[in-house]
């Protein structure tokens, strides 16, 4: 029997020490084929077969077989679990240096020597192309209270901006700073979000310039607005009226390629969501690895910036398909999940006029982040919030415990793992909101820019700045 033991445990151990090579594929391998990480699954499954055999053996006989593991009965108990989970990684992480690179990369600061703004009004049901909606962008620069930054380029050489609405006053203590945070524009069809913020944006920023009310709040509450994150796929669907593309200039879907915790994660028995392409061009393509895209690597620095320094509390995803908000991953914190709720329920209590429809709740699945999926800039901005570390290892967000970093596939959900979670901001809440449900209101089309223009107005855009600042100030 202490034979047989013996001889399981070297397999185990071996199994367990070839774990992190064979079951997850290094960042920054895009050599490594698909086979590769099913080899790697299998030996997962053998461990997972003997994992009793492993619970009642004593340190001793682990010092035998190996000669190098020599870890107590609890944490080996632990290590068991952990590793039994199992799975794969569909996507290669975001090598070290890359992301390095992203976090380093410096934005100019757009600015005027004369700095009278123009009086131009943006209007939701004009066409404009991007060099157009450009100059609404740059003209907002010229605002008291505005600071527009230029965060880097996309392939094609379009600038991706933010505009930045605050007023600090001589005594502003900075850690007492809160943001709101807007993205909008991730996917090129979805072309209300871009036109949604920039309306929203010239507004507000008017607004600011005579009303003191207004200017006071700004001392405490910074407002961050990205416009337009996928420029490149705008003036495809602008030049092609393609009302399918999603993606950027690279075929890329930028909201699958971010190296979030579950990025990629598919979970022994499930089965990788068939949208998830491998292909370029497909609707759902990550790239060759997980933030190989400009724009996810441009978004990532300011998330990190404004997540991290900035103390954001809230963050709003603009998309277009599905007239809800998503607002819960099933992964998340338990307590965490509250908040996400009592959030979602203020949004739609102030994204209505009277008499106008309520968005509804929005669910991913129950399996998403096992199922291949993932990657979104929510689920990123979620994991920046809760302060997870970015690991080397897996080129992507990860939990650490002493030494180890956990990746979803070794946990059921952060829940799990809540104690070695140290929140940046705990009380950061973020929601996708689906602002059209169907084609009507997609693209250019006069149809589709009428109907966008009405919508903002029936579900109350104009005052959705305000009601956020609200929403900071009480929380
Ligand atoms: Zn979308």
């Given at each position: 029997?202490?034979?047989?033991?013996?001889?399981?445990?070297?397999?185990?151990?071996?199994?367990?020490?070839?774990?992190?090579?064979?079951?997850?594929?290094?960042?920054?391998?895009?050599?490594?084929?698909?086979?590769?990480?099913?080899?790697?699954?299998?030996?997962?499954?053998?461990?997972?077969?003997?994992?009793?055999?492993?619970?009642?053996?004593?340190?001793?006989?682990?010092?035998?077989?190996?000669?190098?593991?020599?870890?107590?009965?609890?944490?080996?108990?632990?290590e068991?679990?952990?590793?039994?989970?199992?799975?794969?990684?569909?996507?290669?992480?975001?090598?070290?240096?890359?992301?390095?690179?992203?976090?380093?990369?410096?934005w100019?600061?757009?600015?005027?020597?004369?700095?009278?703004?123009?009086?131009?009004n943006?209007?939701?049901?004009?066409?404009?192309?991007?060099?157009?909606?450009?100059?609404?962008?740059?003209?907002?620069?010229?605002?008291?209270?505005?600071?527009?930054?230029?965060?880097?380029?996309?392939?094609?050489?379009?600038?991706i901006?933010?505009?930045?609405?605050?007023?600090?006053?001589?005594?502003?203590?900075?850690?007492?700073?809160?943001?709101?945070?807007?993205?909008?524009?991730?996917?090129?069809?979805?072309?209300?979000?871009?036109?949604?913020?920039?309306?929203?944006?010239?507004?507000?920023?008017?607004?600011?310039q005579?009303?003191?009310?207004?200017?006071?709040?700004?001392?405490?509450?910074?407002?961050?607005?990205?416009?337009?994150?996928?420029?490149?796929?705008?003036?495809?669907?602008?030049?092609?009226?393609?009302?399918?593309?999603?993606?950027?200039?690279?075929?890329?879907?930028?909201?699958?390629?971010?190296?979030?915790?579950?990025?990629?994660?598919?979970?022994?028995?499930?089965?990788?969501?068939?949208?998830?392409?491998?292909?370029?061009?497909?609707?759902?393509?990550?790239?060759?690895?997980?933030?190989?895209?400009?724009?996810?690597?441009?978004?990532?620095?300011?998330?990190?910036?404004?997540?991290i320094?900035?103390?954001?509390?809230?963050?709003l995803?603009?998309?277009?398909?599905?007239?809800?908000?998503?607002?819960?991953?099933?992964?998340?914190?338990?307590?965490?999940?509250?908040?996400?709720?009592?959030?979602?329920?203020?949004?739609?209590?102030?994204?209505?006029?009277?008499?106008?429809?309520?968005?509804?709740?929005?669910?991913?699945?129950?399996?998403?982040?096992?199922?291949?999926?993932?990657?979104?800039?929510?689920?990123?901005?979620?994991?920046?919030?809760?302060?997870?570390?970015?690991?080397?290892?897996?080129?992507?967000?990860?939990?650490?415990?002493?030494?180890?970093e956990?990746?979803?596939?070794?946990?059921?959900?952060?829940n799990?793992?809540?104690?070695?979670?140290?929140?940046?901001?705990?009380?950061?809440?973020y929601?996708?909101?689906?602002?059209?449900?169907?084609?009507?209101?997609?693209?250019?089309?006069?149809?589709?820019?009428?109907?966008?223009?009405?919508?903002?107005?029936?579900?109350?855009?104009?005052?959705?700045?305000?009601?956020?600042?609200?929403?900071?100030?009480?929380?």
């Amino acid at each position: 029997m202490k034979k047989r033991l013996t001889g399981i445990l070297l397999i185990l151990c071996i199994a367990l020490t070839l774990l992190p090579i064979a079951v997850f594929a290094a960042p920054g391998d895009p050599k490594a084929s698909a086979n590769d990480r099913y080899a790697g699954n299998y030996l997962n499954l053998d461990a997972s077969d003997n994992a009793d055999d492993n619970k009642t053996n004593t340190a001793d006989d682990n010092k035998t077989a190996s000669g190098a593991v020599t870890v107590t009965e609890s944490a080996e108990a632990e290590e068991a679990e952990i590793n039994n989970k199992g799975g794969i990684l569909t996507i290669t992480g975001m090598p070290v240096t890359k992301y390095d690179a992203a976090m380093n990369a410096k934005w100019q600061e757009i600015s005027y020597s004369k700095k009278k703004p123009l009086d131009l009004n943006y209007k939701i049901n004009k066409k404009y192309t991007y060099k157009k909606y450009e100059e609404f962008i740059l003209n907002l620069a010229k605002y008291d209270y505005v600071t527009v930054y230029n965060m880097g380029k996309t392939v094609k050489g379009r600038s991706i901006y933010n505009i930045e609405i605050f007023n600090p006053a001589d005594d502003t203590d900075s850690s007492e700073v809160r943001t709101i945070m807007i993205n909008a524009g991730t996917h090129g069809n979805e072309t209300m979000g871009p036109h949604a913020a920039l309306k929203m944006a010239e507004d507000f920023i008017k607004r600011v310039q005579k009303d003191q009310t207004l200017q006071e709040y700004l001392k405490s509450v910074m407002i961050t607005i990205l416009p337009c994150l996928n420029p490149d796929g705008r003036e495809l669907v602008y030049a092609n009226n393609n009302l399918l593309k999603k993606s950027n200039a690279l075929g890329i879907d930028i909201n699958r390629a971010f190296p979030s915790i579950n990025a990629g994660c598919l979970r022994i028995g499930n089965a990788n969501l068939i949208e998830v392409g491998a292909i370029e061009g497909d609707a759902y393509y990550p790239g060759k690895y997980l933030g190989s895209a400009k724009e996810v690597a441009i978004a990532m620095k300011w998330l990190n910036h404004y997540v991290i320094n900035k103390n954001a509390q809230v963050f709003l995803d603009l998309h277009q398909m599905g007239n809800g908000i998503y607002y819960e991953k099933p992964f998340s914190t338990d307590s965490h999940k509250l908040k996400q709720k009592n959030f979602y329920n203020y949004l739609k209590g102030i994204l209505r006029t009277k008499g106008s429809p309520v968005y509804g709740e929005l669910f991913d699945s129950t399996v998403y982040g096992f199922d291949g999926k993932g990657g979104t800039i929510t689920d990123y901005a979620y994991g920046v919030a809760m302060g997870l570390h970015y690991s080397s290892q897996y080129g992507r967000q990860a939990v650490l415990i002493d030494d180890r970093e956990l990746i979803l596939l070794d946990m059921d959900s952060l829940n799990d793992y809540a104690d070695y979670i140290y929140p940046v901001n705990a009380n950061f809440v973020y929601a996708t909101i689906e602002m059209t449900d169907n084609s009507k209101y997609k693209g250019f089309s006069s149809l589709a820019l009428n109907a966008q223009l009405a919508h903002y107005n029936k579900q109350n855009y104009n005052n959705l700045l305000m009601n956020l600042i609200k929403w900071t100030l009480d929380h």
